[in-house]
């Protein structure tokens, strides 16, 4: 699906690289980053890009891989004896290998189809590509299970992306409505989508999910493991957790949060805090932690996961299970506590060449916000960050879209390489449909303005086409280079719904007098047959004489 | 009107200083600072509170003033033989005097009613309200004809405050939904309320927006002046727009937006502009300027400006004529040399003892967001600043209350003391009531986050009763305490609209299991079980091996 009729997908290159080309009325193309991927019918899946790349570089094995077991989708389907609704499209055998991940070949100087792909799709050169990947200071996160990724890089280098999260919850949701949600939230420009189910059919609902999705697949596989024991936390084993993240690597998740560095000793350091512990996976780990009096299992596995994960190619997306749940707790010893283990933690997957990011908060009031991506940036060396918002108030529930792209695009600025969205349910229950898409809307907003803060070489291109539609009065180039095309037009068309509108050089905010844009065109003209008259009169502008500088040399004056 | 049910206006001391308190389910209380007036019928108006204040000082007398004339009400009402509906309430006389204005009360060292309301009002001492009025830094823009007023101060040491503009066009809306809007917009914590009207009715309507307005009215006189001559710029004189400023002073304006910054010999350095000029006053003033070839009549008769605006209080609100339309046009010549003008006449208007702030752009990239405050602080000698936005990207009409959002969060923490508002409309046609409310509270949201980041004294304590609140899952105090009451309960009911809901220990977010904030109280729980076997078991908490830092004093832990 496209959002514009000026919208058409096109690809570029052998690889078949996708962009939006936008066609303006005055004849002109702009073309946009695309993630919408290229439509799948949800029963039969995407079509497998990658799988050749994969095969290609002959360092993968297929293998018989896990048994399906009911026991994977909850207590709900081993009831019913099938998950409610079956993955019903082909099935291929999961493969795995040895030191397949991208930053193992970047590392050995190898350039990859999927650095070529990145390359083109942001518009740089592939040594840039290969170069970060290498350096820990970029990821692409692509799972060798999920060929139908079109891959994309996440890196401070780069333009910053967006997140969503998806997936059902113990009191809503159905497959098909996490899929529809999937292809929603890339259609309107999600960079990756996490599916967080923790409801029913939680592997089916992944299968599904990760069959038809263009972007990659994040996943927080603590959520499954405390389904398959029955909720308790305190009954979860390193043995359960393994055999899960094992599932999700077989079915093709590209990188999954592990909350490794909630430690024993920092649980204590919560125990003031306003809001106390507001990550999932960090209050069950930290349950785990006191009720066991053992120090945090993924901590102590964290070789072995590296070891996992680098057969597959998944990425951690380290955890920040202490990130503070209000601004009354930003910055504060649990949560630096826990950034410094995740800077230990980062370099220890890189040693088994895996690929890292690092999550952030959280809600920080704004004066804070840099410091967190600076220390960051410095602890763990460069590896990407990943924050959700920050909310820089906490007194706006149903409007924690706003509270938070705020702290994202002050953050995004400063250097954090990819942001969660948030949605305007945040706080208050599961976001639906119109919450997705105005999450993804308002977090592109803040991406691209870091981007353009940046100084991204592409960036400002956009808005500068944007505006010069605007300023010509081109109102279907103004609606086509929007980022939601369909609410600019609703709204323009609510007061001036006739076609003729659609080239009026005024809209109904000031109405034909008062149109600033009108006159100031208007005023163009009239300098232009001016500066004629003005140049006879000597070569200068006259002043007031109480203003200082009182002349302007019409010659160095822009035509 | 107000906002909740757990919300109860209440008034404090002799001057009846006007406080929102929520009262929470656990028996505590919480005053919010509150905009909404007593409440008003909109044909009688609003008490007038500041009525005996201004006699007491004896400095004013009641004039006969200008007559009413037909033509102040535009065309249409020349036509009818009367306005569309003609304000019945009480009408008295207008008051004007010598230098009556809050500055120069200040600079004397008197300390009027109005700064002590301001001062209760801002829980600040009295002596800091007198010394920043005193020397420019704030205003309190309290005209002497609009005794409805509850009085407020803007600068930058006190709390961040937003406006909202509200006003008809030749295309939509009539006198009663524009009392509407601004009743409104106060509801919901607009500080001062712009009457733009450019259509109908446009005398009659201020009239009924004054009389009904507990907060300071805005107008840019410059749009009626247009009208009285058939909306041909060309014809505007001094004389025009002199009687204008004296009838909307008569009627209780409290600030003017006056473009006196558009010289001449700026209007060239628009021409390569992406967007030109932006601002309706802008345009106007800049076509006079080259059809006349003169220097702009508000520049050159500036002191008698200043001459009336003493006589009634009415505050210079400096209009940014050449403000930046595009991200693309930001801080650039025509801006900054503008900027530099409005800085000459803060100090002419000064002399005056004229109240002054300087209106700020518009559209600027978040890495250029910073500079405007900065320079603008630096050139006006700490005038109060008053942006519109800005806008970090020109990519996103119908969504701009957030591109918007995210400029004015960052330039109020740097030192703006006043957020101009922008709707989802913008660019895109007239906002309507919803539009009005999405403004204010996108707006409250930038304006508080400010207000945390610059540590206002009592700030942050909203966002921590709200925080406590969502922790200890009292779920109607967190909606009691939310910016949008409604909104915030209407999102938790959409799924879990049970009576039982509003005190379980879970939203449909993440379902019951998976609430980590009922998880963490279990967790603190624990903790404060297993601390004391840790005393115990000698005093310190063992912790893994492989980390560095092995013992935790338990003495040092927080309880």
């Not at 360092?59 to 896990?66: I, L, Q, S, V």
């Not at 149903?398 to 949605?423: E, Q, R």
């Not at 609510?494 to 109405?511: I, N, Q, V």
Request: hydrophobic share 40%; with cysteine.
């Amino acid at each position: 699906m496209t959002v514009h009729e000026a919208h058409t997908r096109i690809t570029r290159g052998e690889l078949g690289v996708p962009f939006t080309r936008v066609d303006l009325t005055n004849g002109e193309t702009h073309e946009l980053y695309c993630t919408s991927g290229p439509g799948s019918v949800p029963e039969a899946g995407l079509p497998r890009l990658r799988e050749a790349w994969i095969e290609e570089r002959g360092d993968t094995e297929p293998y018989a891989g896990r048994r399906t077991d009911l026991r994977d989708d909850g207590r709900a389907a081993l009831r019913r004896g099938a998950a409610s609704e079956e993955w019903q499209g082909e099935r291929v055998a999961p493969r795995r290998g040895q030191h397949v991940t991208q930053m193992h070949y970047a590392r050995r100087g190898e350039v990859t189809r999927e650095m070529e792909y990145v390359a083109l799709r942001e518009g740089c050169d592939v040594e840039l590509v290969r170069r970060e990947v290498a350096a820990g200071r970029a990821i692409i996160p692509a799972n060798v299970n999920h060929p139908e990724l079109e891959p994309m890089i996440i890196g401070r280098r780069f333009l910053v992306k967006v997140n969503a999260n998806i997936g059902n919850s113990a009191v809503t949701s159905s497959i098909r409505e996490e899929v529809d949600k999937l292809t929603w939230a890339v259609t309107w420009g999600a960079d990756t989508v996490m599916d967080l189910s923790t409801g029913d059919d939680i592997h089916t609902t992944r299968e599904w999910v990760l069959r038809n999705s263009p972007v990659p697949i994040g996943t927080v596989p603590i959520y499954q493991a405390l389904e398959k024991v029955n909720g308790e936390a305190d009954k979860l084993t390193w043995e359960i957790f393994r055999d899960t993240v094992i599932e999700q690597c077989e079915q093709g998740v590209d990188y999954m949060t592990i909350h490794a560095g909630v430690l024993l000793r920092y649980v204590p350091m919560t125990a003031n805090r306003v809001t106390g512990i507001v990550s999932r996976g960090g209050s069950i780990m930290a349950g785990w932690c006191l009720a066991h009096h053992e120090e945090n299992f993924l901590y102590t596995h964290f070789d072995e996961l590296c070891e996992i994960f680098q057969q597959y190619d998944v990425s951690f997306s380290l955890g920040d299970g202490l990130r503070p749940g209000s601004t009354a707790d930003a910055n504060d010893e649990a949560q630096l506590s826990e950034l410094r283990t995740l800077a230990e933690l980062t370099k220890r997957a890189w040693e088994y060449d895996v690929q890292v990011m690092v999550e952030g908060p959280g809600h920080v009031p704004l004066d804070l916000v840099e410091e967190n991506v600076v220390l960051q940036q410095d602890w763990c060396h460069g590896a990407p960050f990943y924050t959700l918002g920050p909310l820089v108030t906490d007194i706006a529930p149903g409007y924690d879209h706003i509270t938070s792209a705020i702290g994202a695009a002050t953050i995004a600025w400063h250097g954090t390489a990819m942001l969660c969205y948030v949605t305007p349910k945040e706080h208050l229950g599961l976001p639906d449909r119109d919450d997705v898409k105005t999450g993804v809307i308002t977090y592109k907003i803040a991406a691209h303005a870091a981007d353009v803060a940046k100084g991204h070489p592409r960036a400002r291109e956009w808005d500068d086409a944007l505006s010069k539609a605007r300023f010509e009065f081109r109102w279907r180039d103004q609606f086509a280079l929007a980022l939601d095309p369909q609410t600019a037009e609703a709204f323009h068309d609510e007061t001036l719904p006739a076609e003729s509108a659609k080239t009026a050089h005024f809209c109904s905010m000031c109405g034909p007098k008062f149109c600033s844009m009108r006159i100031s065109q208007d005023v163009r003209e009239r300098f232009r047959e001016k500066s004629a008259e003005f140049v006879e009169w000597g070569g200068t502008i006259y002043a007031e004489p109480a203003s200082r500088a009182a002349v302007v040399d019409i010659a160095s004056a822009p035509e």
